[in-house]
């Protein structure tokens, strides 16, 4: 600990780091542009001008940047000295010269971090009354705007995006006062993560294209704590709500999660909350055999076909991995457990319950997204992860940089040193070793890279094992490179002091999913500790939908169709699921028929529901409050935004026998059901919390127009809708300081209307939040090597079966997963439909670049271009999964492919020939 005097008074604070962080820890005011916590310091703004003194006798002192000055024992500074308030001022004056004074129209107006520092540094008038330099601004792209000419020429956005991001297509061009921030020509923004700019830029250069289009001043929105739907990694997001429609998708700090950032299919793929199309009133089929589906107003009837359905002996329930765990435990409550699916097919439940039991062995650790960050060596077994979990990828290049930051404590340097850092490090970087279907975006950053079929990935995972421990099972026949390649992963896996490996379930092998797990207990063995093993799992509930029921003990799809052909089923329900994604559509169809009755609940409108006799419109994670388990084992709770409309409502009230009172009393229940699920409850306060006597407010106290936004309806302002299912209220009353961070809406402070007030709610900078983290970890065991056993099921080797080749998953963050495809920002990045084939394969049946290729699978006709990747294996043909209608029943036999003569490239096609990951950038 150092002591440190600020303005007369005395601090204790840890060593090591800048006044700037140091003085924000402390709940000091001090504005600043250029820094920023997971960037370091450059000192390129010079805003956070302080006055140091050398000691007691020193009246004079000089001005120092806080941001490069280290906060060494005795320093001695001041913050209100006059000529560093005036220094501040005079900064702030000279950033304005040349930026617009348009606040009443900017759109990051009453949410800007130029603002909030311009009224802290005292500056209210402008004297310079010269012409202003103009640019001209980009196009970006569907997720971003630019407004060039609000620029302070701060860094922060190429600094993110070039060094954290690792984009490469946004620089800094020009110089001077010209120095220009952008592309080096009109284009889309190719790194998943540019969303990032719009919290990263501290004025309104990049703002979010989505909610340009959709606008309301940021005081006006209501918001809750929320999670990301669209992967398992369960990143903590704030939502913003007006109108009765979802705005914007914010960042919601969390420090074991997500940190500071989100990817853009997170930020950008909620318009499947808005989408027009969405069941908003129960649909019941027509009665005269025209199979037509009609609107009725009678939630009665509804409730009463739920009721009736439920109580055959001849009907099954199938949940979904996207529904939240209440819901899936409700349906399970209420048809009981012989009669329930998780919604799962044969494959992926046999790999979400391998992927468990591995989190159960005793000898694995779980790491947090935070703790992979802090890893010195990282093997990725399988994973694609830039495209099934990309805020991994975030901190897989953290993790990667780290290394520089390793060698400057051994110069002396402070880590927070930002050019320092990188000029001493250079281009040496901690070891990456990646086993993966193919090149990724990561291929740039890693030491090994290989790309192989799935079941060869499992062996080279198993042959590791064995080369780390003898007493791992084997494997036989690896060729000499295969052997030189696990000689040299070995080699830097036994020098780590902190190795980390990463899997998960893309490929859908178990195999894999085991490998991992025996490395994983290699290295345990060696550190004498648990080895953290991070499993990507594919949806934002897949884990809860496994941890539900004893492994074994719920029947998967295929056995639910099985017994519709039978017909032993002749009643089906559905919730949140389309099975469309999941079965082969021919056989699917064809059992869907034969059912008496099928109901479906859902916040979509699916090809399933198109197929249902009653759809009852379901609340989406804006409307309703659930608790999803991530992929790293840890509840999380997300509550309602705005209330639901219309017929609208949580899915497990339409199962609601009176069973439960309210959500809290289901989740009670839930937790009690399983050992695994026990503390849930824990994972946000209870409906009850009162702070203090009432509810916490969803609407910011600027809240305006509650009167207003109703007037063409009643001119009176009515009564806020009640919400006893949460310690949230529909409402601006109520005290929203020293939350907990499970209920924090949005991030505020006195002075900082900003997403910087984050510090003022944090342990110290990029620490905990006060109160800790949210959520809680349900699969936290004891070590113990000794009950440890090994995986044994080594696969055979890849090798070619005739003409037909293998066929094998391919994942883009956009337009692989279902709800955020709805989204149309979304929809603008997705590539055109597809399939990956090794130039080999392709001259063997005569398919040219050029040429599209027929063939069928999972029931379904494809008709497709063709892209010649030579980075596949040899004999495999790559499907990206939901492009095209390609789903995991497409997988299941090899394809015979054959040239289609007739094929045109659909109209707008880019060149679907140039393998791009969907990043476009290397990480």
């Not at 055999?289 to 409730?303: C, K, L, P, V």
């Not at 009172?661 to 695994?676: F, V």
């Not at 109520?734 to 209307?753: E, F, K, M, V």
Request: overall charge negative; some cysteine.
């Amino acid at each position: 600990m150092a002591k440190i005097i600020v303005d007369g008074k005395q601090y204790q604070v840890p060593d090591g780091n800048n006044l700037l962080h140091t003085c924000l820890s402390l709940g000091l005011n001090l504005p600043y542009f250029c820094w920023h916590p997971c960037l370091g310091s450059v000192g390129a703004c010079r805003q956070c001008a302080v006055k140091q003194y050398q000691n007691d006798g020193d009246e004079r002192g000089r001005i120092v940047m806080a941001c490069m000055t280290p906060a060494a024992d005795g320093t001695r500074i001041s913050l209100e000295d006059p000529q560093a308030k005036d220094f501040r001022a005079g900064i702030i004056e000279l950033l304005m010269t040349n930026h617009p004074h348009d606040c009443p129209v900017c759109e990051e107006g009453g949410e800007c971090h130029l603002q909030d520092m311009t009224e802290m540094s005292g500056h209210t008038f402008r004297s310079y009354a010269q012409t202003k330099r103009t640019h001209r601004n980009q196009y970006l792209g569907p997720f971003i705007n630019h407004e060039m000419n609000r620029c302070i020429a701060c860094y922060r956005c190429v600094r993110y995006y070039q060094d954290y991001a690792g984009g490469d297509d946004l620089q800094m061009l020009g110089a001077h006062h010209h120095v220009y921030f952008g592309r080096h020509c009109d284009g889309t923004l190719e790194s998943p993560f540019s969303g990032n700019l719009v919290e990263v830029c501290p004025t309104g250069v990049f703002t979010d294209k989505t909610f340009s289009q959709d606008y309301t001043r940021k005081w006006d929105l209501q918001s809750a704590p929320s999670v990301c739907q669209h992967c398992a990694l369960g990143c903590n997001t704030s939502p913003g709500e007006r109108y009765g429609r979802l705005k914007r998708i914010v960042n919601r700090y969390h420090s074991d999660i997500n940190g500071y950032f989100l990817c853009d299919r997170g930020r950008f793929g909620y318009g499947f909350v808005n989408a027009e199309q969405r069941p908003r009133q129960v649909v019941q089929r027509a009665g005269d055999n025209s199979g037509q589906q009609a609107q009725i107003a009678a939630q009665s009837a509804a409730t009463e076909a739920v009721s009736t359905l439920l109580q055959q002996s001849d009907a099954m329930a199938i949940g979904s991995p996207r529904a939240s765990l209440e819901n899936n435990f409700a349906l399970l409550h209420s048809i009981g457990p012989q009669r329930f699916c998780p919604g799962l097919s044969d494959a992926e439940q046999t790999l979400l319950e391998t992927a468990a039991a591995i989190y159960r062995q005793p000898d694995i650790g779980i790491p947090s997204p935070a703790d992979i960050e802090r890893a010195d060596t990282i093997i990725i077994l399988g994973e694609d992860i830039i495209n099934t979990a990309p805020v991994l990828a975030l901190k897989v290049r953290q993790a990667v940089r780290n290394l520089a930051k390793a060698l400057a404590g051994g110069a002396g340097i402070p880590d927070w040193q930002d050019a320092a850092v990188q000029e001493l490090a250079q281009q040496r970087r901690n070891p990456l070793i990646q086993l993966t279907f193919g090149a990724t975006a990561l291929d740039p950053i890693a030491a090994v890279n290989g790309s192989r079929a799935p079941e060869d990935i499992a062996r080279l995972g198993f042959a590791i094992a064995h080369g780390l421990d003898s007493e791992a099972p084997p494997v036989s026949d690896l060729t000499a490179a295969d052997s030189e390649l696990v000689a040299q992963i070995c080699a830097l896996l036994k020098a780590a002091q902190r190795p980390l490996i990463i899997s998960g379930s893309s490929l859908l092998s178990a195999a894999v999913l085991q490998a991992a797990a025996n490395i994983a207990k290699a290295l345990s063995r060696k550190l004498d500790a648990p080895c953290p093993l991070h499993q990507c799992l594919p949806e934002c509930n897949s884990l809860g939908a496994v941890l539900l029921q004893e492994p074994g003990s719920s029947p998967p799809l295929e056995r639910v169709l099985e017994g519709i052909e039978s017909g032993a089923v002749r009643r089906l329900l559905v919730m949140e699921n389309d099975l469309y994604r999941r079965l082969d559509s021919e056989r699917l169809e064809r059992a869907l028929d034969k059912l008496e009755q099928l109901l479906v609940i859902d916040h979509q409108w699916t090809p399933t529901a198109a197929k249902a006799d009653w759809v009852l419109p379901a609340a989406s994670f804006a409307e309703a409050e659930g608790t999803l388990i991530n992929s790293e084992g840890r509840a999380q709770r997300f509550f309602a935004v705005f209330p639901a409309s219309a017929d609208i409502r949580p899915a497990w009230q339409w199962l609601d026998s009176g069973a439960w009172d309210n959500i809290d009393a289901l989740t009670r229940a839930c937790a009690a059901s399983r050992a695994p699920l026990a503390t849930i409850v824990e994972a946000a306060p209870p409906a009850a919390f009162r702070r203090p006597g009432q509810q916490v407010p969803r609407m910011p106290h600027r809240y305006s127009g509650r009167t207003a936004i109703r007037a063409n309806i009643q001119v009176s302002e009515p009564r806020q809708t009640p919400d006893p299912m949460s310690a949230l209220g529909f409402t601006m009353e109520g005290d929203a300081t020293g939350l907990p961070p499970a209920l924090r809406p949005a991030s505020w402070a006195p002075g900082w209307n900003s997403n910087q007030s984050i510090h003022k709610f944090q342990q110290e900078i990029n620490g905990p939040l006060v109160g800790g983290p949210s959520g809680v970890r349900l699969l936290d065991d004891q070590f113990n090597v000794a009950e440890a056993t090994w995986f044994s099921a080594v696969p055979a080797a890849f090798q070619l079966s005739g003409p037909a080749l293998q066929p094998v998953p391919l994942y883009h963050i956009f337009g692989s997963e279902e709800l955020s495809q709805l989204a149309a920002p979304i929809r603008a990045r997705q590539a055109d439909d597809y399939i990956a084939l090794h130039p080999d394969d392709a001259a063997a049946l005569q398919i040219g670049a050029a040429d599209g290729v027929n063939f069928r699978a999972g029931g379904r006709e494809f008709c497709v271009a063709v892209r010649l990747r030579a980075d596949i294996p040899a004999g495999t043909v790559g499907l990206p999964m939901g492009l095209g209608g390609i789903c995991a029943a497409t997988l299941s036999q090899p394809l015979a492919l054959s040239r289609a003569f007739d094929w045109q490239p659909p109209l707008g096609a880019g060149n679907a020939n140039v393998f791009a990951s969907d990043s476009g950038a290397a990480l």
